[in-house]
């Protein structure tokens, strides 16, 4: 499996930015897919995730601002950030999670949201 993802930038607070993340593989057969983010000095931590049957989970401080979705046919996991703060400033990664129980990182996209 293979992950490549892009789309980060500069953008203000209280604007929207649209991540997406390629895969060699399809983005429905899947255990889970998501996207996690890492703050200077901080843990990487979960953004927003998707279960091969929809099922979404995500981090409390971006709900109802975030979204995941897929597309089937081009293999493309995407995140729509809506209403950007400072606070989600970070790197942000997508994962892959197979049934194998195989897990893939993508490389990274940086995200910057100025106040």
């Known amino acids: 499996v293979q992950l490549q993802a892009s789309g980060g930038g500069l953008v203000q607070a209280g604007g929207s930015l649209k991540l997406s993340c390629a895969a060699s593989?399809?983005?429905?057969?899947?255990?889970?897919m998501g996207w996690y983010r890492q703050a200077p000095g901080k843990q990487r931590e979960l953004v927003i995730e998707?279960?091969?049957?929809?099922?979404?989970n995500s981090a409390d401080s971006v709900k109802g601002r975030f979204a995941i979705s897929r597309d089937s046919v081009k293999n493309i996991m995407y995140l729509r950030m809506n209403s950007v703060e400072p606070e989600d400033t970070g790197v942000y990664y997508c994962k892959h999670e197979g049934w194998d129980d195989v897990t893939t990182w993508g490389q990274g996209t940086q995200v910057t949201v100025s106040s």
């Open positions: 593989v399809s983005v429905f057969s899947i255990k889970t």
């Open positions: 998707i279960t091969g049957s929809g099922f979404v």
